[in-house]
């Protein structure tokens, strides 16, 4: 019974956004269950949670881990771990891995579903650089969405056009994206939802050069992201509010900001934010006259994007 009500409560909590509370759960109820069943579903959510926070070898295992379980249990898991791993290759930076296996579900596909495939199709094209691509399919996920009356699903379509529109430069259509998709998700309960509309929000108006403002964002962003246990989305709060820094001339507080993004992107294995902090450091360090030292991380930056096949080195309105 208790290994049951761990499950659900971390159901829940992962839901909200709080994945670290939910992962010790999960683990709770994969040490205390002797149910194929249960240990099926909990290695599933666990997955699910582990790719939230950028530990794609963790949700790899996991999902190893469901299969073989649900296999004993006799339970019919299959469609749902293959989306899974389809997501974790997203989150790895396969994007074209990924694309081979989210497109094909789309035939068929109900009109939920079909707004959460062109969400992540979407999301794999606007880090491959298919900037339009990306628009047109975030506006499919809000019809869709729309559709089935998923609100939620609508607000993270928005999301990722607010996103997309952002790095073409509309810096204004981003802003009102992200407040439309922050009112979505006000009295939802999912503070991730939350937290994601702060901070996108703050770096909407920090490319609309309202500073001010956008260090409220990033702030409230920081409170959040901060209790959900989720370091990466935190570190792209860090990387912001340091942008802000360097653009008002405060450049000891933007290094210190950059280094800690810069320190938990690579924890989290996440490319391009590693390449977002290497630019920003260098840009600092030119300013203090450090410019060899810029240049040799400017490098870095470039270097390390071409290898992922990533274009984060070009973006201006990131």
Not at 9 to 23: I, P, S
Not at 150 to 177: I, M, N, Q, T, W
Not at 280 to 305: I, N
Request: hydrophobic content about 45%; aromatic content about 10%.
């Amino acid at each position: 019974m208790k290994a049951r009500g761990d499950f659900y409560r971390a159901e829940a909590l992962r839901e909200a956004g709080y994945f670290a509370k939910a992962e010790a759960l999960y683990k709770s109820v994969l040490r205390l269950s002797g149910d194929s069943g249960l240990r099926a579903e909990a290695s599933l959510g666990s997955a699910l949670g582990l790719r939230a926070v950028g530990d794609t070898k963790g949700a790899s295992a996991r999902l190893k881990d469901a299969r073989r379980a649900a296999k004993a249990a006799g339970l019919d898991l299959a469609d749902r771990i293959d989306l899974e791993e389809a997501l974790v290759l997203r989150a790895a930076e396969k994007y074209d891995a990924a694309l081979s296996r989210l497109r094909p579900r789309l035939r068929g596909a109900d009109a939920a579903e079909t707004a959460f495939l062109w969400w992540a199709v979407g999301g794999c094209y606007r880090f491959q650089g298919r900037l339009q691509d990306a628009v047109t399919a975030f506006r499919k996920s809000m019809s869709y969405a729309s559709k089935a009356g998923d609100k939620v699903g609508r607000g993270y379509a928005l999301f990722g056009l607010a996103g997309a529109v952002r790095v073409k430069g509309d810096a204004a259509a981003s802003d009102r994206y992200y407040r439309e998709a922050g009112r979505l998700f006000e009295g939802t309960g999912d503070d991730f939802g939350r937290a994601y509309a702060a901070c996108g929000g703050a770096n909407a108006l920090r490319q609309l050069g309202q500073l001010d403002e956008a260090e409220r964002g990033y702030r409230r962003a920081y409170a959040i992201y901060a209790k959900l246990g989720d370091p990466v989305d935190l570190a792209y709060v860090d990387w912001g509010w340091g942008e802000v820094h360097l653009k008002r001339g405060e450049l000891v507080a933007a290094l210190k900001r950059f280094a800690l993004a810069e320190k938990a992107f690579r924890s989290g294995h996440e490319t391009r934010g590693v390449v977002l902090c290497l630019h920003s450091r260098a840009r600092c360090l030119h300013a203090l006259g450090k410019t060899a030292q810029a240049e040799r991380l400017f490098a870095q930056g470039v270097a390390l994007a071409r290898r992922a096949r990533i274009h984060t080195h070009l973006e201006s309105f990131t």
